[in-house]
């Protein structure tokens, strides 16, 4: 069944490619189409088109069908083109020609429209749900662990002394910056379409108000054509947000395979959360956060595959958008595993203690030295150039001490403030 049959069908091998992967992508989709063909026809019986029994006959069918995808046993059909198709033709299967008239007013188009902001809203909400488990793991081990010196690196060369409560906290605050970038999304997301129908609008009276109501949206998409034009921005705004925590968990498994190396060993795991090798017994290998720094490095390519897919697009609606759900849909399963999988393995990090007494380490405590000799009264330029040419004779002896109290730094970690400022942004899409 299709909804634009018009008494032929297509030859199977057409069929197989126009169609793609649309069946199975399409069950995600399923409680939407069901949520927004109520609110519909909720509103087809505002305006006259469809009588009080009616409504009331569509709705119970509608609920029906709506338990059976929440008990995971809704199909589409073989034959059926899509999820739109499967749920219409339940409907009049069931209650013949009354399943028909669900229709009137609106396009396959802007019913997948509504259908993928409903997706895209929720599924905008799963990650930040995710986020924010991640987020407190961090904060939480950056104040375990904020006393316990660490080397920090620029050009990967021995720089100015860290902390873990500084690099754990590091990782919390950029992924506040990549809520902001999920809450961006989740307001493209959050406009409501329906109504635009094939991106002309329609004939009929139609309350968009009305079904914007029902279906808890922020506000409508009102010109009918830039609703049209919202297909592949939305999954677009929302791909570049995939990719902005994409890039922080990357940033975070490379950071982790560096510090397990033997070279470095900050930190360590249980053995039963690493692999090994099949030809060196004493490999101890850091798989999980290869994998993870992997697919986050493959993430963060699909805003520019959606830029691609979308770029030289004409006017309304085009059939090459269907295979945004293809990008998009697993895109943001293969994050929320990541995110997951993170927050599991940071409950399990061992961290090393005493690691900058190591003699390799003496040469991070230039820059107090520096400070220390300001501080008594020598001009910056003269105590650079006094502690340089010891590090050059041989003569600098460190005193591994920090000093650090600024906002921020090593002694003032700000993670409260940090805090406050991670749930002003996530109350923006968590409510």
Same mark, same amino acid.
């Given at each position: 069944?299709?909804?634009?049959?018009?008494?032929?069908e297509p030859?199977?091998?057409?069929?197989?490619?126009?169609?793609?992967?649309?069946?199975?992508l399409d069950?995600r989709?399923?409680?939407y189409?069901?949520?927004?063909s109520?609110?519909h026809?909720?509103m087809?019986?505002?305006?006259?088109?469809?009588k =009080?029994?009616?409504?009331?006959?569509?709705?119970?069918a509608l609920g029906?069908?709506?338990?059976?995808?929440?008990?995971g046993?809704?199909?589409?059909?073989?034959?059926?083109?899509?999820?739109h198709?499967?749920?219409?033709?339940?409907?009049?299967?069931?209650?013949?020609?009354?399943g028909?008239?669900i229709h009137?007013?609106?396009?396959?188009?802007?019913?997948?429209?509504?259908?993928?902001k &409903?997706?895209m809203?929720?599924e905008?909400?799963?990650?930040?749900?995710?986020?924010?488990?991640?987020?407190?793991r961090?904060?939480?081990?950056?104040?375990?662990h904020?006393?316990?010196?660490?080397?920090?690196?620029?050009h990967?060369?021995?720089?100015?002394?860290?902390?873990?409560?500084?690099?754990?906290?590091?990782?919390?605050?950029?992924?506040v910056?990549?809520?902001?970038?999920?809450?961006?999304?989740?307001?493209?997301?959050?406009?409501?379409p329906?109504g635009?129908a094939?991106?002309?609008?329609s004939?009929?009276?139609?309350?968009?108000?009305?079904?914007?109501? &029902?279906?808890?949206f922020e506000t409508?998409?009102?010109?009918?054509?830039?609703?049209?034009m =919202?297909?592949?921005k939305?999954?677009?705004?929302? =791909?570049?947000?995939i990719?902005?925590?994409?890039?922080?968990?990357?940033? &975070?498994a490379?950071d982790?395979?560096m510090?397990?190396?033997?070279?470095?060993?900050?930190?360590?795991f249980?053995?039963?959360?690493?692999?090994g090798?099949?030809?060196m017994?004493?490999?101890?290998?850091p798989d999980?956060?290869?994998?993870?720094?992997?697919?986050?490095?493959?993430?963060?390519?699909?805003?520019n595959?959606?830029a691609?897919?979308?770029a030289?697009?004409?006017?309304?609606?085009?059939?090459?958008?269907?295979?945004?759900?293809?990008i998009?849909?697993?895109a943001?399963?293969?994050?929320?595993?990541?995110?997951?999988?993170?927050?599991f393995?940071?409950?399990?990090?061992?961290?090393?203690?005493?690691i900058?007494?190591d003699?390799?380490?003496?040469? &991070?405590?230039?820059?107090?030295?520096?400070?220390r000799?300001?501080?008594?009264?020598?001009?910056?330029?003269?105590?650079?150039?006094?502690v340089?040419?010891?590090?050059?004779?041989?003569?600098?002896s460190?005193?591994?001490?920090?000093?650090?109290t600024h906002a921020g730094?090593?002694?003032?970690?700000?993670n409260?403030?940090?805090?406050?400022?991670?749930?002003?942004?996530?109350?923006?899409?968590?409510?």
């Open positions: 069944m299709k909804l634009w049959s018009k008494g032929f030859d199977k091998m057409i069929e197989q490619f126009t169609v793609g992967n649309d069946r199975e069950l989709l399923a409680r189409d069901v949520q927004g109520m609110a026809i909720r087809l019986e505002s305006i006259g088109l469809l =009080s029994d009616e409504l009331e006959v569509l709705l119970k029906e069908i709506a338990d059976v995808i929440e008990r046993e809704f199909r589409i059909e073989e034959g059926v083109e899509d999820v198709s499967q749920v219409e033709f339940m409907l009049t299967a069931k209650l013949g020609d009354i028909k008239k009137s007013g609106r396009s396959r188009n802007d019913q997948v429209l509504v259908d993928l &409903l997706f809203r929720d905008l909400k799963h990650i930040a749900k995710a986020v924010e488990r991640l987020f407190y961090l904060q939480g081990l950056s104040e375990e904020k006393d316990k010196l660490m080397p920090g690196y620029t990967l060369q021995v720089a100015m002394p860290s902390s873990f409560g500084l690099w754990f906290g590091a990782y919390a605050e950029s992924l910056d990549d809520m902001q970038m999920l809450v961006a999304a989740y307001n493209v997301a959050n406009q409501n329906l635009s094939a991106g002309y609008g004939s009929f009276p139609l309350d968009r108000e009305m079904t914007t109501r &029902l279906l808890e409508l998409h009102y010109n009918v054509v830039a609703a049209q =919202s297909r592949g939305t999954e677009r705004a929302a =791909s570049m947000a990719a902005s925590i994409a890039s922080t968990l990357g940033h &975070l490379m982790v395979c510090w397990m190396c033997q070279n470095f060993g900050f930190v360590s249980p053995d039963e959360l690493t692999t090798s099949s030809i017994p004493h490999k101890k290998n999980v956060f290869e994998i993870m720094r992997g697919k986050c490095n493959r993430l963060q390519s699909i805003p595959e959606i691609l897919l979308t030289n697009l004409p006017l309304g609606y085009n059939r090459d958008l269907q295979l945004l759900k293809d998009i849909f697993p943001s399963t293969e994050l929320i595993e990541c995110l997951d999988m993170a927050d393995m940071l409950q399990h990090i061992r961290i090393k203690d005493g900058v007494e003699p390799r380490y003496d040469y &991070l405590f230039t820059v107090e030295e520096v400070n000799l300001v501080l008594e009264g020598m001009p910056f330029r003269e105590a650079y150039k006094k340089g040419h010891e590090v050059q004779n041989g003569t600098y460190p005193v591994r001490e920090v000093n650090h730094s090593i002694s003032n970690l700000c409260k403030e940090i805090a406050d400022k991670f749930r002003k942004v996530a109350g923006e899409i968590m409510g």
